[in-house]
C-alpha cells in the first residue's frame, strides 16, 4: 500500500447510489449447516474447508458503496484522505485462507467441453449452470459424500460466495477445473477472488453498475481490518481472520460519508501484522516465499524489514507479489476477447507455479487504456487477456435466445407429428381390425354357401327318392 507523507485530500466522489448484489452468505451458511461431518471432510480436501468456518455475518451495503466509491480506476486503489490504499494477495490468504500462489484458473474459449457438463443440463452454446439447478442437486445428493457432491458443493460456493455474478448462474467450464477433485486444491483460488473484487470496483466505477458481483464479505472484511470505520468488535484471532468479527452494526448511508470524509491516518493500519499461527501457515509461507524470490536478502517477517518493504510488495496488492500488470491483447474493438488470467514468475532465475487472477471475463480491465499505462516493475505480473465484452455477452444471449426459440418451434413440430403419427397408427389399426372383421365375415359366408349347396343336394336327393316312390305306388295300382 503506498501512503503519503502529506495529508491527500480525496477527490469529490460522486454518488451512484446503492447497489444490488446475488452474494449471498446466509445462503452458503445455510447449505454449509446441511453439510455432515464427513461431507466438510471431503470439501477441506480441496483447500476450500475453511471457508466452512465462517460465521454469520451481515453486509453492510453503507459501507461497501462508500468504501467503493473511493476506488481509483487509474492507481487501483482506494483513495482515502490520509493516503492510498488498496487490497493485495495478502490480504486475500488471511482473511479468506486461500491460497493465492499455484496453477491458474483459466476459462478459455476453447475449453474442452466434456460429458461432465452435460450432467448440469449444460449446452455447448450455453455454457451456464444456474444456482437454483445446483441446489436441487445439493438437495438431492443428501448425505453423500463422493466427487458428484463436492463438485456440486464447489459450482455452488462459486456461484453464491466466491465468484457470484449478476445472472445467478456459474460459467460450466469450471467443471473442466474441477474435473480432477485431487488437484482442485493446486489452483491459486485466492488470487481469482481478489482479480474478480478488482473486476467489480472497476465495473461499479467507470460504468456505474446496479449489480455488484465478487466475494463482498471479503471487501468488508478487509475493510474492517485496514479502516477504523463501523469496525465492530474483534472476538478473536482465528485463520482465517473472516472468522474473527464479530457482524457489524447498521448505520446511514450518511454517517459513513462524514465518517470517510473525516478519516484519520491513524484510524489506517496499513501493514496487517502476521500471528506466528499465520506465519506457519502453509499458504502464507508459500506467498513469503516466493517474496524472498523476488527480493534476494530481503525478510518479510522482519520488523525492521516491515514499513519499508511489505509496504511495497506483499500487502500492496497489484503492488504485492509483483504488481498486477494489464497485458492487453491488441485485438479489434469488434472481435471477441480470449480469457487467460496469469500471473507469471515471481523471480528472475526461479520460477514460481503459476498464480491465478481471475477465471471470468474481466470486463473491468476491457479497452481502458489507462490501466495498461501503469510502468512494469518487478516482481510477478498478472497477464489478463480479455475474454468478451458486455456486447459479446448480450450478442451471445441473443443467439442463446434465438437457439431457444428455434428449438421451442422444433419441439411444436415434432408434437404435432407425433400427434399425427398417432392419428395415422390408429386409422391404421382400424383399418386392419376392419379387414380382420370382412375376412371373418367372408369365410362365414362361404361355411353358408357350401351348407347351402350341401343342403340343396341333399333336397334334389329327397325329392328324386319321393318321385320314384309316387311312381312305384302308381304303377302298382
Not at 13 to 25: E, Y
Not at 263 to 284: C, R
Not at 390 to 411: A, C, N
Request: aromatic share 8%.
Amino acid at each position: 500500500m503506498t501512503r503519503r507523507g502529506s495529508m491527500v485530500q480525496n477527490p469529490a466522489v460522486k454518488s451512484v447510489g446503492n447497489f444490488s448484489t446475488r452474494f449471498s452468505l446466509p445462503s452458503f451458511l445455510k447449505r454449509v449447516r446441511k453439510l455432515t461431518d464427513s461431507q466438510k471432510d471431503a470439501i477441506s480436501r480441496t483447500g476450500f474447508g475453511k471457508l466452512l468456518l465462517i460465521p454469520t455475518q451481515m453486509l453492510s451495503k453503507n459501507l461497501l458503496v462508500e468504501l467503493m466509491e473511493r476506488w481509483d480506476i487509474k492507481k487501483r486503489a482506494f483513495v482515502l484522505r490520509p493516503g492510498e490504499i488498496t487490497t493485495s494477495l495478502l490480504d486475500v490468504a488471511l482473511i479468506l485462507g486461500l491460497r493465492v500462489t499455484g496453477n491458474p484458473v483459466l476459462l478459455r474459449e476453447d475449453t474442452p467441453f466434456l460429458d461432465l457438463e452435460r450432467e448440469y443440463s449444460v449446452s455447448l452454446w450455453n455454457r451456464k449452470i444456474t444456482v437454483a439447478s445446483l441446489e436441487q442437486r445439493l438437495d438431492s445428493l443428501a448425505e453423500t459424500t463422493n466427487e458428484d457432491f463436492v463438485r456440486s458443493f464447489l459450482l455452488y460456493m462459486f456461484g453464491t460466495f466466491l465468484f457470484p455474478n449478476t445472472n445467478g448462474k456459474i460459467d460450466s467450464r469450471y467443471v473442466y477445473l474441477l474435473r480432477d477433485m485431487d488437484k482442485v486444491n493446486s489452483f491459486a483460488w485466492g488470487a481469482a477472488v481478489l482479480a474478480d473484487i478488482f473486476h467489480w470496483l472497476y465495473k461499479r466505477k467507470k460504468e456505474k453498475v446496479q449489480y455488484v458481483g465478487g466475494c463482498l464479505i471479503f471487501l468488508q472484511i478487509w475493510c474492517f481490518e485496514h479502516i477504523d470505520i463501523a469496525r465492530p468488535r474483534l472476538m478473536s484471532s482465528k485463520i482465517p481472520r473472516v472468522c474473527n468479527w464479530e457482524s457489524t452494526k447498521s448505520h446511514h448511508r450518511q454517517w459513513f460519508t462524514t465518517k470517510f470524509k473525516e478519516l484519520e491516518t491513524n484510524q489506517i493500519i496499513w501493514n496487517l501484522e502476521l500471528t506466528s499461527d499465520e506465519s506457519n501457515s502453509d499458504i502464507i509461507k508459500e506467498l513469503l516465499e516466493a517474496e524472498k524470490r523476488t527480493w534476494p536478502g530481503m525478510n518479510p517477517l522482519s520488523s525492521e524489514d516491515t514499513s519499508s518493504h511489505i509496504d511495497h510488495t506483499v500487502k500492496s496488492g497489484f503492488q504485492s507479489m509483483g504488481r498486477l500488470i494489464v497485458d492487453l491483447e491488441a485485438v479489434s474493438e469488434t472481435e471477441n476477447y480470449r480469457v487467460a488470467h496469469r500471473v507469471q514468475t515471481l523471480s528472475s532465475d526461479e520460477s514460481l507455479p503459476e498464480t491465478v487472477s481471475r477465471s471470468s471475463a474481466c470486463h473491468y480491465l476491457g479497452k481502458e487504456n489507462e490501466l495498461s499505462e501503469h510502468p512494469q516493475i518487478s516482481g510477478a505480473d498478472v497477464a489478463v487477456v480479455i475474454s468478451s465484452d458486455d456486447d459479446w455477452e448480450d450478442d451471445l444471449q441473443k443467439k442463446s435466445q434465438t437457439l431457444e426459440e428455434q428449438i421451442v418451434h422444433l419441439k411444436n413440430k415434432i408434437g404435432e407429428l407425433t400427434r399425427e403419427n398417432k392419428i395415422m397408427k390408429t386409422q391404421l389399426f382400424s383399418s386392419l381390425k376392419f379387414e380382420e372383421q370382412n375376412k371373418k365375415l367372408k369365410d362365414e359366408i362361404e361355411n353358408l354357401r357350401q351348407e347351402n349347396e350341401e343342403s340343396c343336394v341333399s333336397t334334389n336327393s329327397l325329392v328324386t327318392r319321393l318321385v320314384k316312390l309316387v311312381f312305384d305306388e302308381i304303377t302298382d295300382t
